[in-house]
């Protein structure tokens, strides 16, 4: 048998339904409206998004139809490849047999533009002219970019000044596309102007970033705000990774007895192991669900599940999740994708419930297991991706420990072309770990609705 194994899927084989976990799971926990903590409605959501998406955010229905004009785009790229990585389990020496779904075949290189497409799609169908976001590394930013040219839409980014900065090229693709990047924080908004006055070097946040897209799109009715990650929607248009893994490993006839996927947002690893670990909810196979995080940011390992705002300044609605504090403002490493202070509420629910486990990871050891994984298998990945490698890296070499041949799968939710500056610095060996901020956490905790009055905020873990 080759070395290089592929399973590859027809476009007729695209998924026709998108799988949401939210149906599956028995506390989904509903976003609250900040101001009278009820249970927010799709009107509540209807001055950022249209009305289509919103339904879609507090839907419990399973299955929700994926439109002909969305399915049409995603041919461009879908069904993306599953590899078997053999040449990654002989470095390794591992009874393991190793599985990657590579998402770095779309235009803009990441998973990314599953959700981007289709959030154009229904904003184009709903009369929106003009889409605000953040982005991290710049692999959202770019994907909506793309999207926002398919279908005729103006697109304005605000990019987290660190990864701005660290990543010229993803700016350079977006504006390729049409779109306008902007330095977060910015001048331009009031809760970017507010950070600048208490801190004008600011490397900004995810969370900043997200205020400033937010704040955009509620004061224009033309231009809807558009999230790359944590919203049930993202999650859910990202679920066409896992119904097409799930048809793959049927080729392969194999099983997933793994599932490990980068943990940022919570996009990549919910669309790829939530239809598995809806499969198993439903009766189907066991699955460990494992979501690897960055150790600098650590939410799910660090933080506590309460009631918080998805960004900094709190204009959006109250989100069920683990956080480390909204004004938290994560250290500068090269995972741009990673540094947020909260997860998806979806993930967080299943992380609560046993259902998927948190590794921290180190920058330094996700880079070397970035290029370990470049030199057997020749794609470089993503830093974001480098989580999942050295997780994956970790759990084959457990089996070989154990002589227990499992089955592996890791989500390489991105190639990383536009990131051979940060393995430029590791193979020099000037990439540090950035340490995990303790008492940033502390404080910014304070600041969460219903935990400023706690006195012990390091023993909260689910309130």
Not at 306 to 326: C, E, I, N, S, V
């Amino acid at each position: 048998m080759s070395e290089h194994v592929k399973y590859l899927l027809s476009e007729d084989d695209i998924p026709r339904t998108w799988y949401n976990l939210a149906a599956d799971l028995p506390d989904p926990a509903a976003p609250r409206h900040p101001g009278t903590g009820a249970d927010i409605t799709v009107d509540d959501l209807l001055a950022i998004m249209p009305e289509a998406l919103a339904r879609q955010e507090l839907s419990r229905e399973r299955e929700i139809g994926i439109p002909d004009g969305v399915r049409d785009v995603y041919r461009q790229w879908r069904p993306s490849p599953l590899y078997r990585a053999r040449r990654l389990e002989r470095a390794l020496d591992t009874p393991a047999r190793i599985y990657y779904k590579y998402e770095g075949v779309s235009p803009s290189g990441s998973h990314k533009p599953n959700t981007a497409v289709a959030q154009a799609y229904y904003n184009r169908r709903a009369g929106i002219t003009r889409l605000a976001t953040e982005t991290g590394a710049g692999q959202w930013g770019s994907s909506l970019a793309l999207a926002g040219a398919l279908f005729g839409l103006d697109v304005d980014v605000y990019m987290v000044r660190v990864s701005y900065e660290q990543k010229p090229y993803r700016r350079m693709l977006m504006e390729t596309y049409g779109a306008r990047c902007v330095p977060s924080p910015s001048p331009e908004t009031a809760a970017g102007r507010a950070v600048l006055a208490a801190d004008p070097d600011s490397p900004g946040s995810l969370g900043i970033a997200v205020s400033e897209a937010v704040e955009v799109a509620g004061a224009d009715p033309g231009t809807s705000y558009a999230g790359g990650s944590v919203l049930n929607h993202v999650l859910l248009h990202q679920s066409v990774i896992g119904q097409e893994a799930i048809a793959q490993f049927a080729l392969a006839d194999d099983n997933p007895d793994v599932v490990i996927g980068c943990a940022g947002g919570g996009s990549n690893l919910g669309g790829l192991a939530f239809p598995f670990l809806g499969r198993k909810l439903r009766g189907g196979p066991e699955v460990r669900i494992i979501a690897a995080e960055p150790a600098a940011c650590p939410t799910l390992t660090r933080g506590t599940r309460a009631y918080d705002f998805a960004d900094a300044t709190g204009l959006t609605p109250l989100l069920r999740m683990h956080t480390l504090g909204h004004g938290f403002v994560p250290p500068p490493l090269h995972a741009g994708g990673l540094r947020y202070h909260g997860i998806a509420p979806l993930v967080s629910a299943a992380v609560a419930a046993g259902l998927v486990e948190p590794v921290a990871v180190a920058q330094t050891d996700s880079f070397a297991a970035g290029v370990r994984f470049a030199r057997a298998e020749g794609i470089v990945p993503a830093p974001e991706s480098a989580h999942a490698v050295e997780v994956a890296v970790r759990e084959a070499s457990r089996c070989r420990e154990e002589g227990v041949g499992r089955t592996i799968l890791f989500g390489l939710s991105g190639h990383g072309h536009f990131d051979l500056g940060a393995y430029e610095r590791h193979l020099a060996g000037a990439l540090r770990d950035e340490p995990h901020d303790e008492a940033g956490v502390r404080a910014a905790l304070t600041a969460v609705p219903g935990l400023a009055a706690a006195t012990d905020l390091a023993g909260l873990a689910d309130v």
